[in-house]
């Protein structure tokens, strides 16, 4: 399905960025070492599910609720962490959002490991 295989590639070139971000700039704004862990966690917990996301879309075109679920689970997960690393005041309410994005994103392993037969590619 191109459109997941697009979400999980500007997925994917976002989460190196805003991991850079959080690695350089965001060191100069905030002080506290959890937080900043929390950024790089949402950031390598993008990274990898962005992969896993255009994986899927090769492997197993039809599962899109596999994709969705990733897709779903890398917005809440990530987006959640990365606002309340920001400003954990003004954000405190999206706090529960990021253990349902963490349900999105075991959801979608769990529908992918149901796909009835990968596709997999043909070598040329």
Known sequence: ?????????????SS?????FGAHGLKKRIA????????????????IHSAALTFASVAAPG???????FTAGMTMFSGSLYLLTLDPQRWKFMGPVTPLGGLC??????ALAVTKRPVWPRAR
Not at 16 to 20: P, R, T
């Open 105 to 110: 994103l075991i959801g979608g392993w769990v």
């Open 32 to 47: 506290d070492p959890q937080r900043i862990a929390n950024w790089s966690t949402a950031a390598q917990y993008q990274l």
């Open 16 to 20: 190196v960025m805003l991991g850079a």
């Open 1 to 13: 399905m191109l459109p997941f295989w697009t979400i999980g590639c500007l997925y994917g070139a």
């Open 63 to 69: 599962n899109t609720l596999a994709m969705s679920l």
